[in-house]
């Protein structure tokens, strides 16, 4: 059975096709038959980059991708025709997708159906940056491959059993539950990816902090394999400082930025998703790798912006030590989490009371392209590589067997 599986953002679209031919152990990693990205959807230079078997043989070309469903549709062209292992035509069985928020409503892979897919238009008011770009993958493969059964795996599933004490709001509860106002989490096809492979390597910790930092962010308590508590709320835009969005922020702010008319709301939803963040602070990007790079040229706004995304992440391990009553395994995953050394060196740098001790050399050398321990004998500090998409493969493919 070859599974597709479709990881749509805001201006981009990540792909793989794998081919599942059982239930696998999760130690047996599933074959990759193509993969691939479309990039900077919406401009000039959007760039399909499609990878084929195992050796990963990659081409490139321009696409003049307006939309995330152009996208996903040239995305189909691309791998029907590409004749992977000398097949005339390629077959794809299902299709797998991404979807940021379930809501209330979503939290098992759910079969897309028509009443599935109103549901999910619905739930935008609750995603409106996220949700959007997996219902126009989803339309995109419904028009090409109208008999392809289609999938949803859903972000926010993972946290649907958050103790009452971490997802609610203190607001009235008749207005919480007419409009669904709770936290939701998400990350959570990560965080279940993450936990269940470590656990594959050593025995389950009972009390588990997991960071997933890339361009998004949040810190995930796991206690025995399930989330109790997340730093993302209601929307993405709680918790952690990111790339481009603020985090945690004084509600009075934002009311003080509106009844001020120093901004109009959607003046305040641009400032707080695309203009804050590492962005906002540095005044200079939102990459950590170009402000490692400014930090060594001597700017210290950039500096700044890395030690209060390490002070933040910090602060919330800390706070779920409390909540866990302690903490057995810190993880690292995600873009930054895996690939920066001078990062997760920033955010240990004064755990040792919770008897955290990162290994310099280790974390140094660790490559982030597999499972590494990166702290002391203790083997209490890992690094985890995320992998979202094979986790939806598996999800669809289980629903549909």
């Not at 981009?12 to 081919?19: A, V």
């Not at 007419?178 to 936990?195: A, E, K, P």
């Not at 509600?251 to 959607?266: A, K, V, W």
């Not at 939102?286 to 060594?296: C, N, P, W």
Request: glycine share 8%; charged share 25%.
């Amino acid at each position: 059975m070859n599974i597709l599986v479709l990881n749509a953002g805001s201006s981009s679209l990540k792909f793989r096709l794998f081919r599942m031919e059982a239930l696998r152990s999760l130690a047996e990693p599933e074959e990759v038959l193509a993969s691939g990205q479309v990039e900077r959807i919406g401009k000039p230079d959007a760039q399909l980059m499609f990878r084929q078997g195992v050796k990963e043989i990659e081409r490139k070309r321009s696409i003049g991708a307006e939309t995330v469903s152009e996208a996903a549709q040239e995305v189909l062209r691309e791998i029907l025709r590409s004749g992977i292992e000398g097949q005339e035509v390629v077959r794809i069985d299902a299709v797998g997708h991404r979807i940021v928020h379930g809501g209330a409503r979503f939290f098992e892979p759910t079969r897309i159906d028509d009443s599935v897919l109103k549901e999910i238009h619905a739930l935008t008011e609750l995603a409106p940056l996220h949700n959007p770009s997996g219902l126009a993958g989803i339309e995109a493969v419904k028009q090409a491959l109208p008999d392809v059964p289609n999938v949803a795996v859903f972000d926010t599933a993972f946290h649907h059993r958050l103790p009452e004490v971490a997802a609610r709001y203190a607001l009235p509860s008749d207005l919480s539950e007419r409009l669904q106002l709770r936290r939701y989490g998400f990350h959570g096809i990560s965080y279940r990816y993450v936990s269940e492979r470590l656990a594959l390597i050593r025995q389950q910790a009972s009390r588990m902090v997991i960071c997933h930092l890339g361009n998004g962010a949040s810190v995930c308590a796991l206690r025995d394999g399930l989330s109790i508590d997340t730093s993302m709320g209601f929307t993405p835009l709680e918790g952690l400082i990111m790339g481009n969005r603020s985090g945690d922020v004084d509600p009075g702010l934002l009311l003080h930025l509106l009844h001020g008319n120093h901004m109009t709301s959607d003046e305040l939803n641009d400032l707080l998703n695309h203009q804050s963040g590492l962005l906002g602070l540095s005044n200079k990007s939102s990459d950590i790798r170009d402000l490692e790079k400014a930090v060594g040229e001597g700017d210290t706004a950039s500096q700044l912006a890395l030690e209060c995304f390490a002070y933040r992440v910090r602060k919330y391990i800390g706070a779920y030590a409390a909540a866990l009553g302690g903490i057995d395994t810190l993880v690292f995953t995600g873009g930054i989490g895996e690939h920066s050394a001078s990062m997760r060196a920033r955010i240990c740098q004064d755990l040792a009371f919770l008897g955290l001790h990162i290994d310099p050399d280790l974390n140094q050398t660790a490559t982030g392209k597999e499972p590494a321990a990166v702290s002391d004998k203790a083997r209490n500090i890992w690094i985890v590589p995320t992998d979202e998409e094979r986790q939806i493969a598996r999800d669809t493919f289980a629903l549909l067997h």
